[in-house]
């Protein structure tokens, strides 16, 4: 049934593809999402005329595993195809608040964002357990990569704060993840673990999986110094994506930061001093395509998931719970910005906290992490209110973004840093 819905995903993407870049001209995630929601909602009309039967039209969706496939399957190589051309140096030189960002900041947006979440709750007339609401926390602090980096190609961003943007949502999935499997332990009662026990899980999580990330990129990094066919060294890199993601899942380390690694290591000493020139040619525009074709299927996926939520059992409550999510995360992603560069001892102009909130989307990830909470009394609650956020954050902040960088681009508004100004480390 996956591979019958495999064919039907593409063909969608392919024609929603030439829609967009015949008529929309949106960025072309945004274009994709925005016409999957528009077929949702014309099969959903023709559903409740009685022109056809929906359910017998939604079931190869309703038994696709979403939250699987994306997690353990897709994640690896679209992972892998953003970090591939990720700059070391300029990785380097933007490493503390790329850390923060990813570590610190997600932390605090996640328990900001879950007990504003609670409060939400309490306020509308649901009693939501304070654990379930910092599970949606959790779930919803990392940014996506897969969103950040199809948005960030489409604006003219100032080199260093797309890095931090860029950088940050590359490495904090890991932390993400394991935060979200962490909250929904202690909300389903399934784990006995001290404090202590959990911060040297998140520990071994983060460095576990860079040293297996390195160790595997650079063996792979090796074998390309010894072959000169691209074919090969192409087959050795899809290899390295998929076989160092399923090695991190099975020693249970940062699956998302281990691959991040070893793409970092192929695409800087890799790219550098082991392939040659037509390698690197091919190598880019395989992983580009690669990147192209995955993100299509999740953007559309994502905007056809909307058919599955049966919107009419959504009341009043519910609708004022996606609201204010989506004013709650914003909050939170905007306090975790400050937190993190106050640990930094730097105090960041208005404008820079406003662009880093605005470019702080989130995307199929948070979707997958929702929709692999087991059953219970809050799960639907949770699952509608990451799908509006993931939707209001890839359509609104994602055509919005271009302009707001460009309005606050100065170093007045403190988006980009003046050319006199180096503070140690920066932000």
């Known amino acids: ?44 009309l023709a559903g409740h005329l009685g022109l056809v039967d929906v359910s017998a039209t939604l079931k ?29 140096r300029q990785l380097r030189s933007e490493a503390w608040p790329v850390g923060m960002l990813a ?89 006995q673990e001290s404090l202590a026990a959990m911060s040297l899980y998140f520990v071994w999580e983060a460095c576990g999986a860079v040293l297996v990330g390195f160790a595997c ?16 060294e192409i087959m050795l890199t899809l290899a390295l994506a998929g076989g160092v993601y399923g090695l991190a899942e099975a020693i249970h380390v940062s699956a998302p930061i281990a691959v991040v690694v070893a793409a970092v290591v192929i695409g800087n000493f ?28 999740l953007f559309v996926l994502i905007g056809l ?37 106050s640990l930094l001892t730097r105090v960041l102009p208005r404008g820079r906290i406003v662009a880093l909130t605005w470019a702080g989307m989130r995307g199929g990830i948070s979707i997958a992490l929702a929709l692999s909470i087991p059953q219970s009394p809050y799960r639907y609650l949770i699952i509608i209110c990451t799908y509006c956020v993931v939707v209001f954050s890839i359509v609104v902040q994602g055509l919005t973004l271009g302009p707001l960088l460009r309005a606050l681009c100065s170093p007045r508004t403190g988006v980009e840093r003046p050319r006199d100004e180096h503070p140690v480390p920066k932000f």
Not at 70 to 84: C, E, I, Q, S, V
Not at 155 to 175: H, K, Q, T, W, Y
Not at 270 to 288: I, Q, V, Y
């Open 270 to 297: 890799g790219r550098a001093s082991a392939m040659s020139e037509t390698t690197r040619l091919h190598l880019d525009t395989f992983w580009e395509l690669i990147d192209e074709i995955l993100n299509g299927m």
């Open 217 to 232: 990129g650079w063996i792979v990094y090796k074998l390309l110094a010894t072959v000169d066919q691209y074919t090969v």
């Open 103 to 191: 570590t610190a900041g997600v932390f605090a947006t996640a328990f900001i964002a879950g007990f504003l979440f609670w409060i939400i709750a309490r306020y509308v007339g649901i009693e939501l357990p304070y654990a379930y609401a910092l599970v949606f926390g959790a779930l919803i602090a990392p940014t996506d990569p897969i969103a950040v980096n199809g948005i960030m190609k489409q604006v003219n961003a100032p080199s260093g704060f797309r890095m931090r943007v860029a950088g940050e949502s590359l490495f904090n999935d890991g932390i993400g993840v394991a935060l979200f499997v962490a909250a929904l332990s202690l909300a389903t009662h399934s784990t």
């Open 60 to 88: 190869p969706l309703s038994e696709f595993d979403f939250s699987r496939v994306l997690l353990h399957g897709m994640l690896a190589y679209l992972l892998f195809a953003g970090a591939l051309n990720v700059d070391l």
């Open 305 to 341: 998931e909307v058919l599955l939520l049966h919107l009419s059992a959504v009341g009043l409550r519910e609708g004022l719970m996606a609201m204010g999510a989506i004013a709650a995360v914003l909050v939170a992603r905007a306090l975790g910005v400050v937190a993190s560069a």
């Open 1 to 44: 049934m996956e591979v019958h819905l495999l064919w039907m995903l593409l063909i969608v993407v392919a024609l929603a593809s030439y829609l967009n870049y015949r008529y929309l001209r949106l960025p072309p995630m945004i274009g994709l999402i925005v016409i999957a929601l528009v077929l949702s909602g014309m099969v959903a």
